[in-house]
């Protein structure tokens, strides 16, 4: 057979596989949003309060939006010197408009305030609402500005970091993005740290800022960095190719003697961090992956699908979080190491995006985190390898033709 007709039949093939996983996705996502419509409000448990001591620092986790967003809003109105803002979806929506307000409010009063917000992520939000008061400083992070850059894959990168700082004194990190939406509806997970570890997130934003701004003015530099050996930021930058968040990740699971707990909101991981989980649950490590059953990117959950059967032979086990999303990316493990932050454990937060993740060492805070985790299972069933075994024959097949499409996600 000539080189010819293999081309032809190649190319063929792959425009058969393209049409099916079009016709697979839009069959998904009319279904997804048929069943959004007819489900009943969201509901899940959730803990109030959770707040330890970690090396001087206090601090506080939120896994319920309001909450959170009445502390965050609280840390503005008491600013004295500066705040810094960054988020991946800002929404025009009543509490969007509330935080602008209170930003535009303290602006006036001569704090100064910095912003920093997805542009590709907030597309959809109305242009007006992203218009900022002169007094803001405001940076809204684009890529694909240029045609050329599609060849650049580290101008393909969306800033996926959710942070909040003011006067280096008091730090907001986790999952949570800005909208109504979230206060109520979502499942997420946010830290609070108020103490020395605040200025390490309060460098992260100024790099960034610094290194982003065109022909915004600089931040200037706060100073020396502290040192701590229980506290420590860690952020994925493509633009200079620097992912630590993946070793983060690798480096604590294989480490793992007892127990390993993962809570996250899109669990596609790669080669290699899918073989160290595994390889954990083969030495006797507990290891449980909490994800959302029904997520808000239904492609997203039936890539992960794709890796069910590999962990459930291996004694991963999976729990699927119902009545909500869940959209946590947090880990605990053997009640000492835990990280809140950012990064879901798929390819475009590991080795794609603007991430940032705290790493705390400390079993005060572990046990805090583990609690959490335990409060999680009580909404959420376990995948069993019977149950899963008894799935469609057309959702296996769905399952294998989505597959080629994961190093997208």
Known sequence: MSISVLRRLWLKGMAALLAAQLLIISVLVAISEWRKRRA???????????????????????????????????????ARETIYLETFIWKGDPLGEEFKDRLARKAAQGVK??????????????????HFPASINT??????????????????????????????????IGGFNIGKLYATQWRDTHLRIRGTAALELAYAFVDFWNNNRKHLPPIPLIGSRPWSQS?????????????????????AIERAERHIYVTNAYFIPDRVVLSALIAAARRGVDVRVLIPWQSNHVVADWLARGYFTQCLRNGVRIFGFEHAMIHAKTATIDGIWSTIGTA?????????????????????FAADMEHIFTIDLSNAFELT????????????????????????L
């Open 40 to 78: 009943p409000p969201p509901r899940f448990p959730h803990e109030r309060r959770q707040v330890s001591e970690v090396d001087g620092n206090d601090m506080r986790i939120y896994t319920y939006g309001q909450d959170l967003y009445n502390a965050m809003l609280a840390a503005i109105d008491n």
């Open 113 to 130: 305030v910095y912003v920093v917000f997805d542009s590709f992520a907030n597309m959809v939000v109305p242009a007006r609402f992203k």
């Open 139 to 172: 940076l809204e992070y684009t890529t694909m500005e240029q045609s050329w850059y599609w060849f650049d894959l580290r101008r393909l990168a969306r800033d996926h970091r959710k942070l909040l700082i003011v006067d280096h004194e008091v730090a907001f």
């Open 231 to 251: 506290v420590r930021v860690y952020r994925n930058d493509p633009a200079r190719l620097v992912f630590p968040i993946r070793g983060l990740y690798l480096e």
């Open 344 to 364: 879901n454990l798929d390819r475009l937060s590991l080795a794609g995006n603007f991430e940032i993740n705290i790493e705390i060492l400390d079993p005060d």
């Open 385 to 408: 390898p019977q149950r899963w075994a008894q799935r469609s024959l057309l959702s296996k097949l769905s399952e294998q033709i989505l597959r080629p499409l994961w190093p997208l």
